[in-house]
C-alpha cells in the first residue's frame, strides 16, 4: 500500500481528501503538527506527499526546500493560490506538480495515481536484469545483450523495453507505453511512442534477434 503525507492545514479539505485517498487504498498520513514537518516525514517514509502553500510557522515553499534536501519524494502542491508565479515558484522548489483550490477530486486521484506509477513502477531497478529469447536487458548501463553483440538503448527505448520485458505475454497499450515515457519535461505524443519503438526493433534486428517485438493492432505491443 502506497503512503500519502497530507501537510494542509484546513481540517475540512484535509479530511475530505484523507477520506477519499483511503477509499483508493492509500495509506494517508495526516500532518498537524506544522512545525514538525521533517520528523514526521523521516518517521513515515511515504511515497508521495500533498503540500499546501499557506501553512502555519513556514510555507509550503519552504518545507519543499527542505525535502528536497533529503529526498526525491513526489510532491503534489494544493493551493487556493492563482497567480502564475506561484506555480512556476511551486515547480522551480521541486515541486512536481500544483493543482488550484478548489478542484475535483477524481483529477487529484489521478494525478497522485500516475506520480506513484512513473515514480515507483517505471523506475530502474538497478539490482534487476532481463533475459528473454536470449536477449539481455542490462539495467545498469542501459545496454542489451544478444550472442555476444550488444548496443545502448536511448533513455526512451530502455523505458519502453524494460515495461514490456516485465510483462512477458502481455499486451502494453499505447496509452500506458506513453505514460510511461511521460515527464515534467516532455510530454510524449503517438508520433514520439512510434519512433521510439521502431528505432528499438531496429537496434535489435541488428544484433540478430528478429520479431521479438509483436504489434497487435489497435491493441498495443507485446513481447511473447
Known sequence: MYRIMMIEDDE???????????????????????????????????????????????DGYYWCQQLRLISKVPIIFLSSRTQNMDIIMAINMGGDDFIQKPFDLDILVTK???????????????????????????????????KGQSTELSRNEFILLQ?????????????????????EEQFVDDNTL??????????????????FIVTRKGMGYLIE
Open 163 to 183: 515495461l514490456m520485458m516485465r510483462n512477458i505475454g502481455k499486451i502494453i497499450s499505447r496509452e500506458d507505453l506513453m505514460q510511461a515515457l511521460w515527464n
Open 12 to 58: 475540512k479539505i484535509r479530511q475530505i481528501v484523507a477520506d477519499t485517498l483511503k477509499k483508493w487504498q492509500y495509506d494517508v498520513v495526516e500532518v498537524t503538527q506544522f512545525d514538525q514537518v521533517l520528523t514526521e516525514f523521516e518517521q513515515t517514509n511515504p511515497h508521495l506527499v500533498l503540500l499546501d502553500i499557506n501553512l502555519p510557522v513556514f
Open 112 to 146: 497522485i495515481s500516475a506520480l506513484i506509477r512513473r515514480k515507483y513502477t517505471y523506475q530502474e531497478d538497478e539490482n534487476i536484469s532481463f533475459i528473454h529469447q536470449g536477449l539481455k536487458l542490462y539495467v545498469t548501463n542501459s545496454t542489451i545483450e544478444y
Open 194 to 211: 512510434t519512433v521510439n519503438v521502431n528505432r528499438m526493433r531496429r537496434k535489435i534486428a541488428t544484433l540478430g534477434l528478429e520479431e
